[in-house]
Each structure stands twice: as C-alpha cells, then as structure tokens.
C-alpha cells in the first residue's frame, strides 16, 4: 500500500501564567515530537461503570487476547494501539461538574489510578528519546524505589457520580 501521508512534527506547548505581587510566576515548556504519522483524536462517553479507553501491545492481533495480568476489557472505546509507536497520549475531562478515575495497568497487572477531575487533563509520558513508546514507561508497586518499568497494557476509565465525556489524543509514529 502506497500512502500520501506524509509524517509531521507534533508540538506541545504547556503554559502556566500567574502574575503574584507583580511578578511574573508562569513559565512555558515546549516539547517537539518528529515523524508523526497516526493521530487519534475522540470524544468518548464514560459511564459510572469501567470503560477501556484504549489498549497497547505489541501488535494489534493481540489486543484484546488475555495475557499474564489477567483479562483485557471485551473493547475500548477510543482504540488499539501498538506499544512501541506511541509517543504522546492525553486525556481532558471534558465535564464542568463530574470527575473520572482513570487506570493504568501494566502488562503484569500491576496498576495505578488518577483523579481527573472536571475541565482537567492528564498527560501519559511516553519514551520518545529511545522510540519505546510506552514499553517500559509504568509500575504499580508498594515501594516507589523498588520498581521494574514494563509496559503500559491498557486504560480504563469510570465517571462518579454521571456520564463524562473525555477527549482522549494519541499520536503515533
């Protein structure tokens, strides 16, 4: 298959700006990812139920198969993804009034949840300088210190109290 896509440079810019007794508080970090060529970006719906936002591994044919930490969800909502090309991942609460907690899980099992509260968002850290993706990018473990990185298996998310929506974007290489 020929394609005309044709890679581009994603470019994230986060900006703080407070001013506080005058003085200029804010700061802006840029970061620049080259040889983008997938991009998914949806508007999903989360119930107060458990929901797979998306899943990783390292090829698509095994997405949704079981593998050592248990059972994947029977499908995610915003997608599969292959664990070595993903480069950058971000997830806003969309809602003005309800939060979304958020689970990540391992390839072990091991997992770890966040709050996203209303109008908030959560940026997933992927390997970019040795192109992993989200291989070897999480542990879940009692003792911070004591850890082995492995991949991320997938993302869940549940709403508390009514139905969110979230804005899940994934870039790809």
Do not use: W
Request: net charge negative; charged share 15%.
């Amino acid at each position: 298959m020929t394609t005309t896509i044709t890679n581009a440079t994603l470019t994230v810019t986060i900006t703080e700006a407070v001013t506080l007794n005058g003085y200029d508080q804010g700061s802006s970090n840029v970061l620049s990812l080259p040889n983008i060529d997938e991009v998914v970006k949806r508007i999903v719906t989360v119930s107060t139920t458990e929901t797979g936002l998306f899943s990783f591994a390292a090829n698509v044919a095994s997405q949704v198969a079981a593998d050592s930490g248990g059972v994947r969800q029977a499908s995610y909502i915003a997608g599969h993804f292959d664990h070595d090309t993903a480069r950058y991942i971000r997830i806003t609460n969309k809602d003005d009034t309800n939060h979304a907690t958020l689970v990540f899980r391992g390839e072990s099992g091991a997992e770890f949840a966040v709050m996203l509260d209303a109008g908030n968002s959560f940026i997933y850290c992927c390997d970019t300088t040795d192109g992993a993706g989200v291989v070897n990018t999480m542990d879940a473990h009692s003792a911070a210190q004591s850890h082995t990185l492995e991949a991320l298996r997938d993302v869940t998310a549940q709403a508390n109290a009514a139905d969110v929506d979230l804005e899940v974007f994934v870039a790809a290489v």
